[in-house]
T-cell receptor, first 112, second 111 residues
Framework: QQQVKQSPQSLIVQKGGISIINCAYENTAFDYFPWYQQFPGKGPALLIAIRPDVSEKKEGRFTISFNKSAKQFSLHIMDSQPGDSATYFCAARGGANSKLTFGKGITLSVRP | DVKVTQSSRYLVKRTGEKVFLECVQDMDHENMFWYRQDPGLGLRLIYFSYDVKMKEKGDIPEGYSVSREKKERFSLILESASTNQTSMYLC??????????FGSGTRLTVV
């Protein structure tokens, strides 16, 4: 049973375009929704996070949109750059022991 | 700068060997985790710990054990390494489930 599902599985975007990655969750007890960014050879690093009492959070070119009724949240990367090429994981906190449940990750490639 | 440090970046071990992967964090976090990462399978939780000497099984604990004798250190042990344990191993720490900090990973190859 996969509690956090990401889509698409991979994404190719032209430089300057908008990258959109979606995540759907099942457990309504989740209370914190972070996105992680991972470059090859490195561990994932926290990129941006949102709580369910907010519908949108923006940090620079990165925005999380949150739809509580649909149990979905998404990451938008504006003006995508080749340096954004990485694997992106969504996650949700809650359930037993309040640990994070991760999506499977998607690989984003930004073409020059 | 806060850190999670994994003792080895690359390891090559033989089938049947006992393997120790070490992880140290300097953030005084209560929670520590071991994941393995394989292509197409994402991050799979092996074991986690909420306090010294406490441990709980994750989703794929078979063939692994852990040790947490001190708050800052969490060790993953492969009792008898097998080729299907060839993977990237990631350690993480957090405070109450927020803001996990990951190490850079250990790429283990079992031959």
């Amino acid at each position: 049973q996969q509690q956090v599902k990401q889509s698409p599985q991979s994404l190719i975007v032209q430089k300057g375009g908008i990258s959109i990655i979606n995540c759907a969750y099942e457990n309504t007890a989740f209370d914190y929704f972070p996105w992680y960014q991972q470059f090859p050879g490195k561990g994932p690093a926290l990129l941006i996070a949102i709580r369910p009492d907010v519908s949108e959070k923006k940090e620079g070119r990165f925005t999380i949109s949150f739809n509580k009724s649909a149990k979905q949240f998404s990451l938008h990367i504006m003006d995508s750059q080749p340096g954004d090429s990485a694997t992106y994981f969504c996650a949700a906190r809650g359930g037993a022991n309040s640990k994070l449940t991760f999506g499977k990750g998607i690989t984003l490639s930004v073409r020059p | 700068d806060v850190k999670v440090t994994q003792s080895s970046r690359y390891l090559v071990k033989r089938t049947g060997e006992k393997v120790f992967l070490e992880c140290v964090q300097d953030m005084d976090h209560e929670n520590m985790f071991w994941y393995r990462q394989d292509p197409g399978l994402g991050l799979r939780l092996i074991y986690f710990s909420y306090d010294v000497k406490m441990k709980e099984k994750g989703d794929i604990p078979e063939g692994y054990s852990v040790s947490r004798e001190k708050k800052e250190r969490f060790s993953l042990i492969l009792e008898s390494a097998s080729t299907n344990q060839t993977s990237m191993y990631l350690c993480a720490s957090s405070s109450q489930g927020y803001g996990y900090t990951f190490g850079s990973g250990t790429r283990l190859t079992v031959v």
